[in-house]
């Protein structure tokens, strides 16, 4: 299975901060790579797939960047409305995997 | 508007059966693979399985974790996707979330249902 690491596993950040999440995964994924965001006792929520291609209605302060093993979700300019957890997951073979997480909190 | 809502949830022993449904509305279900995932308590996303549209042979794949006691179906007639659990364990306890992908499957997934919760206890 590939595996997937994020880090850091939570931050600290205010708003208007720049944040920056990264997730490496055990081997190439050819790019198929996505990110989600979840809210307490909530749904996920999709946001980027195919690495950086942004899913329909989401702000353009989110983005995704990279290739390979190595991937970068970035929000430009943290929003009130962002802290949440946030989990990358690749499609390149099953089973799909997804990393741990990163809980975005308020400074 | 899309929308997928998960049924079925409950309490359930161990070795028991279970089906959740996924009734979606708002696009032609037929056309998209339905993905399930599901969140163990205080844990991370699990994918569970999907299954494609029927133009790319309406199959199914699965983690291994589940293989052999989880099956998925649809109904497009419905616009139902569904996820048969048998031989539940406690391990299986978790919320289980359905989600639309593309018609191949394996790919993103775009909308989300709000879940439905599964526990397994004696």
């Known amino acids: 299975d590939i595996q997937m690491t994020q880090s850091p596993s939570s931050l600290s950040a205010s708003v208007g901060d720049r944040v920056t999440i990264t997730c490496r995964a055990s081997q190439d994924i050819n790019d198929y790579l996505a990110w989600f965001q979840q809210k307490p006792g909530k749904a996920p929520k999709s946001l980027i797939y195919d690495t950086s291609s942004l899913q329909s209605g989401v702000p353009s302060r989110f983005s995704g960047s990279g290739s390979g093993t190595d991937f970068t979700l970035t929000i430009s300019s943290l929003q009130p409305e962002d802290f949440a957890t946030y989990y990358c997951?690749?499609?390149?073979?099953?089973?799909?995997?997804f990393g741990g997480g990163t809980k975005v909190e308020i400074k | 508007e899309v929308q997928l809502v998960e049924s079925g949830g409950g309490l359930v022993q161990p070795g028991r059966s279970l089906r959740l449904s996924c009734t979606a509305s708002g696009f032609t279900f037929g056309d998209y693979a339905m993905n399930w995932f599901r969140q163990a308590p205080g844990k991370g996303l699990e994918w569970v399985g999907f299954i494609r549209s029927k133009a790319y042979g309406g199959t199914t794949e699965y983690v291994a974790s589940v293989k052999g006691r989880f099956s998925i179906s649809r109904d497009d007639s419905k616009s139902i996707a569904y996820l048969q659990m048998n031989s539940l364990k406690t391990e299986d306890t978790a919320v289980y979330f359905c989600t639309r992908g593309s018609p191949r499957g394996g790919s993103s997934v775009d909308y989300w249902g709000q879940g439905t919760l599964v526990t397994v206890s004696s």
């Open positions: 997951q690749q499609y390149n073979r099953y089973p799909l995997t």
